[in-house]
């Protein structure tokens, strides 16, 4: 069984960093892409940004491309989301999750392991 644990959400004002961690749990980690999504309160989930194997490709989402910042650690089981130039509309729940297999995706249902969320608040 694999485990998504989610650290470094906070409450922020508008223009400020955060870098959320994401650690796995596992050996098989670096075999598979990655993804982290985000949730605002009365709003579906969306796709953030996406990762592969090995990190030689990634692909963000037009609303945080420029800002955003998915990179991976494989030795450490650990995907990043390096946040910056944080905006109220950027304000929700934050998840990462791992892909069924080792290419990028934007689709939520490529991704069979979730995390249980951290929250990310932007103040204007």
């Known amino acids: 069984q694999v485990q998504l644990l989610e650290s470094g959400g906070g409450l922020v004002q508008a223009g400020a960093s955060l870098r959320l961690s994401c650690a796995a749990s596992g050996r098989t980690f670096s075999s598979y892409a990655m993804g982290w999504f985000r949730q605002a309160p009365g709003k579906e989930r969306e796709f953030v940004a996406t990762i592969n194997w090995n990190g030689g490709l990634t692909y963000s989402a037009d609303s945080v491309k420029g800002r955003f910042t998915i990179s991976r650690d494989n030795a450490k089981n650990t995907v990043y989301l390096q946040m910056n130039s944080l905006k109220p509309a950027d304000t929700a729940v934050y998840y990462c999750?791992?892909?069924?297999?080792?290419?990028?995706?934007?689709?939520?249902?490529?991704?069979?392991?979730w995390g249980q969320g951290t929250q990310v608040t932007v103040s204007s």
């Open positions: 999750a791992r892909s069924r297999g080792p290419s990028t995706s934007s689709f939520s249902t490529s991704y069979d392991y």
